[in-house]
């Protein structure tokens, strides 16, 4: 079974811009959290979505926003980039919302 | 997650068995404790988890302490693919709240 999914697995952006992350949960799965790991840290939960309602939010700044497609993929929409962004953002998803969450490989962002 | 600590560095002789502890003192009753390990940046691996009884399977033991201010992570018999960064979580339900994590080096 394939497992999540995370696109892309590098990128590269300018402060001010803004970006967008995709993940695709493992099949039957409808609930997808967000998660951002700041080098030399632990993951910060960022979003959860479940049934493509916003579950549940993090410590973050309303730069970052989520949105979960009927087909329970979500995308991670970050604006205005501060070089404090710079991060591997993970994505896990879970059959339902308090079950085990199995993690994507992630994105790794870099804002110059 | 400041409320959830742990070691920041073990190392552990190859074949022994690996002990991780992790301090969540302020851990509400029907959270759970989950455990994750993390190598090279990938994606968190999920390793085990429970609530209030120790818990084991193919790849670990639990130990919860009755007050549940604290657990206990056993590796059995620690190989050198077991080197990484492993992560005690209190679930909210909603919310992975990760603790500090605990470099653990196995040593041949």
């Known amino acids: 079974d394939a497992g999540v999914t995370q696109s892309p697995t590098h990128l590269i952006k300018t402060r001010g811009q803004q970006v967008t992350l995709r993940c695709s949960p493992i099949s039957g799965h409808k609930s997808v959290s967000w998660y951002q790991q700041v080098l030399g840290q632990g993951p910060q939960f960022i979003f959860q979505y479940y049934e493509k309602e916003e579950r549940g939010r993090g410590n973050f700044p309303d730069r970052f926003s989520a949105r979960q497609f009927p087909n329970y993929s979500s995308e991670l929409n970050v604006n205005a980039l501060l070089l404090g962004d710079s991060a591997l953002y993970l994505c896990?998803?879970?059959?339902?919302?308090?079950?085990?969450?199995?993690f994507g490989p992630g994105t790794r962002l870099l804002v110059l | 997650d400041a409320k959830t600590t742990q070691p920041p560095s073990m190392d552990c002789a190859e074949g022994r068995a690996a002990n991780l502890p992790c301090n969540h003192s302020?851990?509400?009753?029907?959270?759970?404790v989950y455990w994750y390990r993390q190598i090279h940046s990938q994606g968190p691996q999920y390793i085990i988890h429970?609530?209030?009884n120790n818990e084991t399977n193919e790849m670990a033991s639990l130990i919860i302490t009755e007050d549940r201010k604290s657990s206990t992570l056993i590796l059995p018999h620690a190989t050198l693919r077991d080197t990484a960064v492993y992560y005690c979580i209190r679930d909210t339900g909603n919310q992975f709240y990760f603790g500090t994590g605990t470099s653990l080096t196995v040593i041949p």
């Open positions: 302020t851990i509400s009753g029907n959270e759970y």
């Open positions: 896990a998803s879970s059959p339902l919302r308090e079950e085990t969450q199995y």
């Open positions: 429970g609530l209030k």
